[in-house]
Structures are given as structure tokens and as C-alpha cells.
């Protein structure tokens, strides 16, 4: 039975890449040419090549140089090539963190197991927040001591992610028996989205529609937020923030043509536009577009402003999201599809909240309409009463 072809192609690159490492010229490094290596350090280097799971070797206290298997690659993203650098050279926004680690065993001559471990990492032009499931393990030479670490490692950066993503959009489910009124659901979505890493602000404004001899009318409406309010009432935005007031008319900015700026970021997953945005949020693009935009403010933060499509029957009602980006992700198409799924949640929270109160209106006005009632039938029986009284003697 022949295997597939994918597989004959990862073992092809996965030669292709032991015999780069075979005939890298590691006379230039400190470890010397790689025949004069113990024979400790050469059986290892064997099996770290033949490997599929992610592995490196660091081999040479107090250089650390780098020796890997193709499945290790991934890791550096856009790091520079590594192959027979150091590990200060290739990860100095670690070092300090690692060295004492790798000490640790060479000293003690015991492995290390480590699950879910934080590192920011820099490896694709920002900090970025990673997660690792790693050991370290000691490599002997035939004289007792330890001259390399062999690290066998997993990113478990997107699974971390996933879990607290999660939690979060479950949490609306949980708060959804709480929800009396419109306004009580944008409160309640805030309250959700707050003290959170992957949204790490955010405001609701409602926008309303309506038509007035003729004319539409778009109000904006600042109907809740994760920060806090002063003395005043007024809600305390960072500096960096565009001007941010309760109420916006909108109707004046709709059909305007603005010539909005956009800026590119590039990263090792994808090329990402942005709005350049200083002066106010562009919620009127939203409104014409009638899709998410991703702006970034005049500090380099990233935001993402998402439409919540019409909650109510007659479609004149609509919601905003404005979401704050972790500073230490990139904004790539998983992060895109939770803030997607929030406001999705949000959406529904806005319409049961708009539900509710619709209700308790009705039954305010039925119950006004029943008194009523019950008032003129009482009224006419009094005059009934009065009538018969004057007719029979």
C-alpha cells in the first residue's frame, strides 16, 4: 500500500531539512565542526531529524546554539533563520526568563515538564501572547555532564484562546435570565465583555431610524460601556480615544463621501487593512457599509467596530459593538470570528431586552385599557341605576 502524497512530501522536506542541518557549517559556531561532537549529542541530533513532533536541541552552555527538526520551524513564524545561532541571539525577549531553566538542568541533571506556560514572544513585528506545552531534558556527554537540552514543545497558544473565548460567549447565556429591558441588556453585555483579555474594552451604541416628513433621521445613542462614569456622569475615556459623545447624529454623516485613511499591517498569517481613526469613530461607515470595520487609533491600538444587524420588527433599531483588541494578538481570522459570535450574543441579548420591555408595555396598556373599561361600564350602571330610580316610583 503506497502512502499518500502529502506524507511522501512532508518526509521529502523532512530530509531536505536534516540534510541542511547535516551540512550547515557548524565549524563557525562554538560547538565546532559536528564530527568532533560527543557521540551523546550526535545520537540525539538523529533522533530530533527523524522526529514529526516539534524538537529542538540547545546544545553548549553557555551558548545554547540551536540545532532543530523541520516540525520546529512553525514556532519562529518570522523570526530570522536560527539554525546554529544562540538562543540569546534568536529570543532575547526570553532570555532572562529560559537561561535559569536551562541551568536548572544542567545543574540538577533533571528534566522539566511545563503545561500551558505564558511567554510574550516576539516573532512576527508585535509582543505577542503565546502558550507552550514543553519539557526540557538533559543530554549527556560520556564524561557525566550535561551539554545539551533536548526540548520536545507544543504551542497551545489557539487551544488557551479557544477555552477563554468560550467562556466568555457562554457567560451571555448565563446572564440571559437577568435581561428585563433594552437598556438593562446593553448593561448586561457590557458587564459580560468586561475584565476581559480579547476584548479588552468595549461600547454599545444603539442606532435608531426613523423617517420625519420625509427626511431619515439616524440617532446614535451611547447606550452603555466597560468604563467607568466620574462624579458627573460622564464616562472616563483614555486620552487616545477619539471623541466619544452620548448622543451622535448620524444623519448628518450617512450620505457625506469621506476620504478615510487606511493603513496596512503586515503579519506572518495575513496583510490587514485599518481606518485611521483620530477624530471620531466612523459609526457612519459602519451604518454604509453595513459590515465590520477595523480602525486604529492614533495611540497604534486596534479596534473593531461590528453591526448588529436590525433587533426589532420594523428594522429601525440596530446596535454597534465597539470592541478594544488585545494589544498582544494579531486580529486574524479566529479572533474575527469570536468577536463575530459576541456580537451575535449581544444581538440576541439587545432583542430579548427589546421583547421584554415591549411586553411589559403591552400589558401596561392592557391593563389601563381593562380600568378603563371597567370604569365606563361602571359609570354607565350608575346612570342606569339613577334612570330606573326616576322611572319606577
Known sequence: MSLPSSHKRGDIENQNFANEVYNYDWSSTPLGSMDTWDPAIKTATSLCLKSVFPICLFIGPPHWIQLYNKAWEPIFQSKPYALGKSFKETWPEVYDVITPLFESVRTTKKGIYRKEDYYELHRDGYTEETYFDYTYSPVFKLDGSVYAIITIAQETTQK????????????????????????????????????????????????????????????????????????????????????????????????????????????????????????SWPLDLVIKEGKHIKVLLKDGSQVVLLLANSFCGDQTLSAILICGINRLRTLDEKYMEFLQLAVNQMNTCLLQGKTREEEKNRAKLLADLNFQKVSFFQGISHELKSILFVLIP
Open 160 to 279: 488557551v484562546l479557544n477555552a477563554r473565548r468560550l467562556k466568555i460567549l457562554g457567560e451571555f447565556g448565563r446572564r440571559m435570565p437577568e435581561i428585563e429591558s433594552l437598556e438593562n441588556s446593553s448593561r448586561i453585555a457590557t458587564e459580560v465583555l468586561s475584565n476581559n483579555k480579547d476584548i479588552t474594552y468595549a461600547l454599545i451604541y444603539i442606532v435608531e431610524s426613523r423617517l420625519n416628513a420625509g427626511s431619515k433621521s439616524i440617532i446614535a445613542r451611547l447606550a452603555s460601556t466597560t468604563f467607568d462614569e466620574d462624579d458627573k456622569k460622564e464616562y472616563q475615556f483614555p486620552d487616545y480615544f477619539p471623541d466619544t459623545p452620548k448622543i451622535i447624529d448620524l444623519s448628518k454623516d450617512v450620505d457625506k463621501s469621506y476620504n478615510y485613511k487606511y493603513i496596512t499591517l503586515k503579519r506572518h498569517v495575513a496583510t490587514y487593512s485599518f481606518v485611521k481613526c483620530d477624530e
